[in-house]
């Protein structure tokens, strides 16, 4: 594990000096450009599964996980900028409530999707799918 | 022959998934690879409205920026939100046919441990949820935090078996969930007959207000967690199901 | 340097529990995974400055979407048996 986190890190501090070395500055590693590079990392995984997963709570849980990209996203720039008040609250509120949407929007597909199966006997869109 | 068919076909519908499996993860990398671009392309600075936010909290009537944003200033989003939060339960009661929910599945046997963990766990998660709802006013916590511990609190009475919601009747299921939107709802009226803008709170009476917006809130918030977790449709309606099983035991 | 490496490993952790939860085969593993997520998530966020946000991730993420989540695969399962539920991600 602590190899990988090694890993992680040096990809982390390769980008961050490629980056570097197109701007000024030097680059430094700080936190929250990791979340913010985890938030696309998260993103696109949860986008693959959306694309890749035929079954329908494969689907919640990747559309949540894409959710939980954007959050991160949103919430690392906003402790990017904080100032001497403390990180943006306007983010922190966005989120705060998109979470919680998030959680009734995944409760109305699962409530769908226990429908759909209710009805074909098939837990995705596709009728036949399964058959293989 | 038909079952060469059938191998055929179970065949090419491997490889057509194989080949969406390859686009869909060069395109996935592809975006990831943009994504970051643009991540270190971001512009350097203060993007946000920390200092704004910041500056103005001493009229909000309340000293958490975080409430402040969600019941003051945009409050009409917190607004709207909670008619988001009411269209998935009424989607889902669409969905059951009906408020009422006396006919969700029969809870599961009752299990003395699971007995004694709701009895202890219930009255601190109730108190939990108090306890933040009055934080929200000068630290992290608030309507939506103390909604959510609610919920879960109801989720848990569900799971043990003990009668709580499905028990009150639906019009009064009706009144808690509707409650939180219809206190914004005569916040923003009220404040239009007051001659002000909608949802523009005055600064000496905002601190009482937000709260009693909050309180309704939180009850609104924390019925819906709940009955989102009751209300989950599927075995009310056995038959259908049976016939189907058989139906497609016969097809296999 | 110790909370680097901390915001490292958390990010680390957070990237391959999200690829484990999208591409694992069984179905009630891939939901656990994701509780775990959630839960992961919460901390990322007290990380970030944003404990409103940790306290709404941890009762939703760990809480009611893992009963969502576990109550829709139980429902799977009392309808089908575990069979389909293994043989549902053939085509993923």
């Known amino acids: 594990m602590t190899l990988l986190s090694c890993g992680y890190m040096s990809v982390c501090f390769g980008v961050a000096s490629a980056a570097g070395a197109a701007t000024p500055e030097t680059p430094v590693l700080t936190s929250h ?32 996980v894409m959710g939980g990209g954007v959050f991160l996203f949103l919430v690392a720039v906003a402790r990017r900028d904080a100032g001497e008040s403390g990180p943006d609250p306007v983010p922190h509120a966005m989120t705060l409530t998109g979470i919680v949407v998030a959680l009734a929007a995944s409760a109305f597909a699962l409530a769908l999707a226990r429908r759909i199966h209710s009805i074909t006997g098939e837990m995705r869109l596709e009728p036949g799918d399964d058959n293989s | 022959m038909t079952r ?10 491997r490889a057509l998934l194989r080949v969406r ?23 350097e600075g203060p993007l946000g409205l920390a200092e704004e936010a910041a500056a103005q909290l001493a009229h909000t009537g309340v000293d958490h920026a975080v409430t402040a944003v969600l019941l003051n200033y945009r409050s009409y989003d917190t607004w709207l939100e909670v008619g988001v939060l009411l269209l998935a339960v009424m989607a889902i009661f669409a969905l059951r046919g009906g408020a009422h929910l006396e006919n969700v599945r029969p809870a599961p046997r009752r299990d003395p441990l699971l007995t004694w963990l709701t009895r202890l766990l219930i009255p601190m998660l109730t108190l939990t949820a108090g306890y933040l709802l009055w934080l ?20 848990m009475l569900r799971l043990s078996g003990t009668p709580s919601l499905d028990r009150i009747g639906d019009v009064a299921i009706r009144i808690l969930l509707a409650v939180g939107f219809l206190a914004f709802l005569v916040a923003a009226v009220a404040t239009r007959l007051a001659g002000l803008d909608m949802l523009e709170l005055p600064p000496g009476r905002a601190g009482d207000i937000i709260l009693m917006v909050e309180t309704l809130a939180t009850i609104s918030i924390a019925t819906t967690c709940a009955v989102l977790v009751m209300a989950m449709p599927g075995a009310e309606s056995p038959p259908a199901i049976a016939a189907k099983d058989v139906r497609k035991e016969a097809r296999t | ?25 069984e179905l009630l593993q891939s939901v656990v995974l994701f509780i775990a997520y959630g839960l992961l998530m919460a901390i990322a966020w007290t990380r970030l400055d944003a404990p409103d946000i940790a306290l709404a991730e941890a009762a939703i993420g760990a809480g009611l979407m893992g009963v969502l989540l576990l109550d829709t695969a139980g429902e799977l399962r009392r309808r089908h048996g575990w069979r389909s539920e293994g043989g549902d991600d053939d085509t993923a």
């Open chain 2, 4 to 13: 060469h068919d059938a191998t055929l076909r179970r065949r090419r519908r």
């Open chain 1, 33 to 64: 450009l990791v979340y913010m590079l985890t938030a696309c990392l998260l993103f696109c995984i949860g986008l693959f599964g959306l694309i890749t997963r035929g079954h329908l709570m494969r689907n919640v849980m990747s559309l949540n």
């Open chain 2, 136 to 155: 929200g006013k000068f630290a992290p916590g608030g309507a939506f935090q103390a909604g959510v511990v609610l919920g879960a609190a109801g989720a």
């Open chain 2, 21 to 43: 499996i390859v686009v869909a993860g060069a395109g996935a990398l592809a975006l990831a690879l943009l994504l970051v671009a643009a991540v270190l392309e971001l512009p």
């Open chain 3, 1 to 25: 340097m110790t909370a680097l490496l901390f915001d490292v490993l958390l990010a680390l952790m957070l990237t391959v529990l999200a690829w484990r939860v999208v591409t694992t085969r």
